[in-house]
Each structure stands twice: as C-alpha cells, then as structure tokens.
C-alpha cells in the first residue's frame, strides 16, 4: 500500500471510530436504578455516571428506592421527556409488559441492566447482565470441593424475592450440590440484598440451628448480606470462615477486607460496569440501526484467599466503590 492509501485508510478509520464514540454524545438517557440496597449496586450508579460523563451523554438519574411502582413511574416520566434511550435495572421480573410496551411504541430504546425480566424479547433492545445461574453454580461447585465428604448443613440468605438474580443464583447453587448428599440448605429466607437485613435473618438462623453450632456455611446471594452474616456469627461467639463458612456473590471491596482478616472464604465477581457494554450496544444502535446481541453475558470469576484480597481491595477501593 502506498503512502497515499495508507493516509487514507487511517483517515478513514480515524472518522468511523470518531463517528461512533459521538454517536450518543450529546443524547439523553434516562436510567431507571433500584436504589442502593448494597454496594455493588452504589458502584453500579457511580460507574453508569462516569460512562455516561466520558461518552458526552446527559443521564438523567431515578432512584426508584426499591419499588417498582417508582421505576415505572420514571420509565413513563423518561418517555414523556423523549429521551434517547431508557437503561432499566429492574427489581423484580414480572410486572414490566405495559410500561416497556409504551417505550417501544414511542421508538426509545429500553436496555435492561445487571436484572432480567418476564417479558417478551422484542421490548428491549440489549440486556447486560450476568449468567446468574452459573454464579450459583460456581458459588455451589465452590462450596462442594471445600466440603468434601463431610456432611454440611448450608443456610442461605436469598436476595430480592421475584428478582431474577435470587431465582437463579438459588437454581445454580441447588444445581451444584445436586448429588452430593452431604450437602443439604437447612434453611433459606431472603435478606432483600441488604447488610441490616442479612445480619437479622443469620441472627434467626443461628438461634434455631443450635447456637449456629449445627451450621456449616452460609450462601448468601450477595456480599453484603455475607458481610451482615459475618457480622452475626460473631455475635454468636462463633469464628465466620472457620466455624462457619462464607460464600457469597458481587466481590465489593468489602468481602476481601473480610478474606484479609480470615472472615470470608469465596465470592464470584459480578461487574459494576453493565453500563460500559450497555452504551457501546447503544451507540452502534443509534449511529446505523445496528441490532445488538440480545443478551450481553458479563464474566463471573470465583475469588478466594488465595487470590491477593488485600490487592483486590485495595484495586477496587475507589473504582466506583
Ligand atoms: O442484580 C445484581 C444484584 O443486585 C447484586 O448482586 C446485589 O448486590 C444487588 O443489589
């Protein structure tokens, strides 16, 4: 190739990446959150701000305070506001048919964050999330190998009820102790994802499991109800990550902080960055029409003492936490 074409080729490279990184500058996307139930879901909204603010995008921020009224409510007052596009983190599954029927007739596209819903594929345009089956699973496959044969009796903290990461998460980890007869949930209530809540519901299980003398593990569907449970069967005079296992699902800062100080024993990571792929998927989208991968699977990678928690907290300390 000759210099001439050369030039010309990174000329024209040049322009199509230009051309796709602005193709939502300047657009307005209104995002529907939850709340902030726990810190990974803080890091999420911190994360989804500094996307928006790097790409040139006006983000137009709902807290819905856990109800999903509010978020419908919002998702309505985006639509009125015609809004370029609408990213949902939505808190339980069903109950979204009408609402996101409504966005698709106004042509505003609904990308479906961290959470999936009951509805037909066609209302939304992308969903970024996580394989919330497979993170059961590797928290289930986790706990089976520590285990070995020794009998086990696990108490889990659910998350959310009808949200689809404590329906998953709950199916994957029953998947992986399938079979191993020695593993059995004792029992299982939700903690509705949050710290307070996981402590109080592990202050329950202890008192009817023997002083928590007859408990092998605690599953729970998030880091900070683990933390709360930590919490909890140390009030009990017992010693969490040795008297009690801990296995839980996010990897926030403050679950290594408990692996440094010998509390905490594994966790599977999900990515506060949905917005990242959520926002690429939408720039290509309004730029030339280009249909993005219905589903955008993030990684979910197991952590354990053995993987540096001092480096992992000290990595994610301020990365949106
Ligand atoms: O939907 C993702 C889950 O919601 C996170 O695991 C949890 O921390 C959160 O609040």
Sequence with gaps: MNIIKTLAVVAGLATALTSF???????????????????????ETSVTKQQAEERGIELKFAD???????????????????????PVAPVVATGWEDVLTEAKEAEIPVILLDRGVDAPEDLYLTSVASDQVKEGRVAGEWLVEAVGTEPCKVVELQGTVGSTPAINRKQGFEEAIAGHDNITIARSQTGDFTRAKGKEVMEGFIKAENGGADICAVYAHNDDMAVGA?????????????DIKVVSID??????AAMVAGEANATVELTPNMAGPAFDALAAYLKDGTEPEKFIITESKLYTPEDNPQGEYDTRKGLGY
């Excluded at 819905?64 to 609408?86: L, T, Y």
């Excluded at 990897?251 to 290594?256: G, K």
Aim: aromatic share 6%.
């Design 21 to 43: 990184a602005t193709a939502q500058e300047g657009s307005v996307v209104g995002f529907s959150q939850i709340g902030s139930e726990s810190g990974w879901r803080a890091a």
């Design 64 to 86: 819905a305070q856990q109800k999903q009224e509010n978020q419908i409510k919002a998702i309505r007052g985006f639509i009125a506001r015609d809004v370029d596009a609408i």
């Design 230 to 242: 930590i919490r909890a069967i140390k009030d009990a005079g017992l010693k969490p990550g040795t």
């Design 251 to 256: 990897a926030v800062p403050d679950i290594f």
